[in-house]
């Protein structure tokens, strides 16, 4: 399933990388709704709060004006000397330049208007120059990247990328930027366009940050977790007008003050997280809701908000920790699991995986406490409605009706709904916790439920 472009996701679930049910595929864009995230760096990740269709603000280069031209043949100016080092670190933190030019096959249709502009030759010249530059002096690396990187995402936002080896961004980006030592440039040919990447130092912790919890040994999950969000005017989702009217012209230091306030409250005897997200919390989707996120170690998240996934892992069950993101303060605190929704099928759930590869169809469908955000109807249907509508559609394909034509009349994910597309689960499979733990433990033909925080999956294993 795929939230439409425009839309606010939930919060938490931009971190995780979950657009929906289905998450983004390894190195590869966006399917579902067609909503691009094969942003400037070749990463792929959730569609932002601001509905730009990519990970944490970093846009699809298709942004702008300018149609490319026929292909043509690129200058190969790849640091070679760099890429044949057969010594790679576990983990980087980096920035880029991008640059593309007119006449590349742009992997979104258009190109940003300096590059319909200029040659490839051209482009090979600035890229050089521009790595001549940060050689010389590595510190003007974020002047560059906001006067010419053509990923909006970075340019906009400053953050480093953390880059991995098992991180997912495309191959030529990721092999250049683990083998690059700190300070040092080089440059790379993607299907982006150039890339030129310089390792930058690791930030320092933030003072307000809960550094003893993030040192100490992960879980593997699931954790849960409430949290609140408090931004500020410098943050992800107030530059893109997205944000809480409160983070528009608040200040940083405000900001820290706001959050050592709302921490002390959070961790008193007796304290009301929910009571507190409702007061504070800028997550316009679960301040409301009191919406309780399952996290685990294996769920694919965007880098840029690693810390997060970090410090949830870390927490012990009643803890509360603070982390920072692009998106502002993260004020988490851990919850036991919550009961088992009465609609879910708790026996299938108790089973052992019938199988290790399963596909599936199902009808989302959601109501006023869990909906995908553009679900007008979700929005609008009490829980009375909700169980009605399950239990009748649920009996309906118990006794032989076809899936397709009900999820093209009730569900609620755009991304499946109207064509009948069926979903492969595996244990590892990029989905949300509850549709895979159900999924894989279905027989073939059988039908189950299980709740999301995008509302009530009713799933039917086919093959």
């Not at 795929?2 to 657009?19: E, F, M, Q």
Request: hydrophobic share 40%; proline share 8%; charged share 25%.
């Amino acid at each position: 399933m795929r939230t439409p472009p425009h839309s606010v996701i939930p919060v938490l679930l931009l971190l995780i990388g979950a657009a929906g049910c289905q998450k983004a595929a390894k190195d590869q864009a966006s399917a579902g709704s067609g909503q691009g995230s094969g942003q400037g760096s070749g990463h792929t990740a959730a569609p932002t709060a601001a509905g730009s269709g990519s990970g944490a603000a970093v846009a699809a280069i298709g942004k702008g004006s300018g149609s490319a031209a026929p292909p043509v043949e690129a200058k190969d100016i790849d640091s070679k000397d760099i890429l044949a080092r057969t010594e790679t670190a576990p983990e980087v933190q980096v920035k880029h330049v991008l640059l593309a030019w007119n006449g590349m096959a742009a992997p979104r249709g258009q190109l940003d208007p300096r590059a319909a502009k200029r040659s490839n030759a051209e482009t090979a010249a600035l890229a050089q120059d521009i790595a001549a530059k940060l050689k010389a002096k590595p510190g003007q690396i974020d002047d560059l990247v906001k006067q010419y990187s053509e990923d909006p995402g970075s340019a906009a936002s400053g953050e480093a990328y953390t880059v991995k080896p098992s991180s997912r961004f495309v191959p030529e980006f990721k092999n250049l930027a683990i083998r690059l030592k700190e300070n040092e440039a080089g440059i790379v040919k993607t299907m982006f366009g150039y890339h030129v990447i310089l390792r930058v130092p690791p930030p320092p912790a933030d003072p307000l940050e809960s550094a003893d919890i993030m040192a100490r040994p992960a879980e593997t999950g699931p954790v849960f977790v409430q949290q609140v969000l408090i931004g500020w005017k410098d943050t992800m989702l107030a530059k893109s007008g997205q944000g809480d009217a409160r983070a528009k012209d608040r200040t940083k230091a405000d900001a820290d003050k706001l959050v050592k306030e709302v921490v002390d409250k959070a961790r008193a005897p007796k304290a009301d997280i929910v009571k507190l997200m409702k007061q504070y919390s800028e997550d316009p989707t679960s301040k409301d809701s009191a919406r309780v996120d399952e996290v685990t170690a294996d769920m694919q998240i965007n880098e840029l908000f690693d810390n997060f996934k970090k410090l949830v892992l870390r927490l012990k069950v009643d803890e509360v920790g603070v982390v920072k993101s692009p998106l502002g303060w993260h004020i988490v605190k851990r919850v036991a699991p919550p009961p088992p929704d009465p609609l879910e099928s708790a026996a299938i759930l108790k089973r052992d995986p019938q199988t290790e590869s399963a596909k599936v169809k199902h009808i989302l469908l959601g109501w006023t406490g869990a909906h995908p955000p553009d679900d007008e109807k979700g929005a609008k249907r009490d829980r009375k409605t909700l169980d009605k509508l399950v239990k009748d559609t649920v009996a309906k394909l118990t006794k032989g009706a076809k899936i397709e034509p009900l999820m093209a009349e009730l569900s609620e994910d755009p991304g499946s709904a109207k064509d009948g597309k069926s979903y492969d689960v595996t244990p590892t499979a990029g989905l949300v916790p509850p549709f895979k733990n159900l999924s894989l433990r279905l027989k073939v033909g059988e039908v189950g439920v299980v709740k999301s925080d995008y509302g009530i999956h009713i799933i039917q294993r086919v093959e």
